[in-house]
């Protein structure tokens, strides 16, 4: 068994063990205790193909990278493949001249489209990101392109075709990408579309999950507003360009004093039911996710 085999069992046993502590069989739903998955799982993402429900989580400078995960019910999860094995963009990742230590790749956003798969990731060092391609999300991923860094950025594919990026912190923007993905689209939409200080938001404003549901353009992100905790944002538009209305959707601490839960996604599942997936930072444990149902209030 080489380094690889044994990284990936590791962290495969890591998972296992840590979602089935708390996953207990319910008569009809599965119940479950907070946090979902006790373990260092952060800036997650989360798609539901058909039955099955996919995750993609930060994995910093460690190899292989930004896990792919699978599930049923958003409890036991497996890791069924990574992004890549190793990125080579940097001598930094080799220990020479330099490391990476907590700075590679970062909050990805992970999405399905016309029978694709589709992950975008950013890395702090060296400043890039990129976009990987399966159609298969349990076999080889192929790197479609390198662009400029784009912070804690969301993909977004629109009906009309178009293919936007949310990202940024503070002011956060929409960037046009060109529909193969190669690259920023030429005179395509590019525009601050939340200012976050003069809309009220002073503090950290960042972690972009973006959506479309009823016609209507969600922008999911976490505030950190000063002397207050890690609370959870939704902004929403008629139009992907704005303007957006606000509102604070989840503030609370569950059992852990002046640790938010933020940072995440919602998904549906395949009989109507609604969940949010985030995180809350857990000491030495690291940022363990936090499942918990929600519900709509006049769209």
């Not at 395949?270 to 519900?295: H, I, N, S």
Request: proline share 4%.
């Amino acid at each position: 068994m080489n380094v690889k085999q044994i990284a990936k069992w590791a962290m495969a046993v890591l998972f296992l063990m840590s979602t089935q502590i708390f996953a207990q069989t319910g008569n009809e739903k599965k119940s479950f205790s907070n946090p979902v998955i006790f373990a260092d799982v952060p800036d997650v993402d989360v798609i539901r193909v058909d039955d099955n429900f996919y995750m993609i989580s930060t994995t910093m400078h460690l190899m292989p990278g930004a896990p792919i995960m699978r599930s049923k019910d958003l409890i036991n999860w497996e890791i069924i493949s990574y992004l890549y094995d190793e990125i080579k963009d940097s001598p930094f990742y080799d220990l020479e001249g330099g490391n990476v230590y907590a700075a590679g790749q970062w909050a990805s956003s992970l999405r399905y489209n016309n029978g694709k798969f589709y992950a975008f990731f950013a890395t702090n060092n060296p400043s890039k990101s990129y976009i990987y391609s399966a159609s298969d999300p349990a076999g080889k991923w192929e790197k479609l392109s390198v662009l400029n860094q784009f912070h804690d950025a969301s993909l977004l594919f629109d009906d009309d075709g178009r293919v936007y990026l949310a990202h940024s912190s503070g002011d956060i923007k929409i960037t046009e990408l060109k529909s193969d993905l190669s690259g920023v689209k030429e005179d395509g939409l590019d525009i601050i579309v939340i200012h976050g200080e003069q809309q009220g938001y002073k503090g950290l404003l960042e972690g972009t999950h973006i959506y479309k549901f009823d016609e209507k353009y969600c922008m999911f992100l976490i505030w950190c507003p000063q002397d207050g905790i890690r609370t959870q944002l939704c902004f929403r538009s008629d139009h992907i360009e704005g303007p957006y209305e606000s509102k604070i959707i989840l503030s609370d601490v569950i059992d852990n004093p002046g640790k938010g839960v933020a940072q995440g996604c919602i998904i549906d599942t395949k009989d109507g039911d609604w969940y949010g997936f985030l995180f809350q930072d857990f000491g030495a444990v690291g940022r363990t996710p936090v499942l918990m149902e929600c519900r709509w209030e006049d769209g």
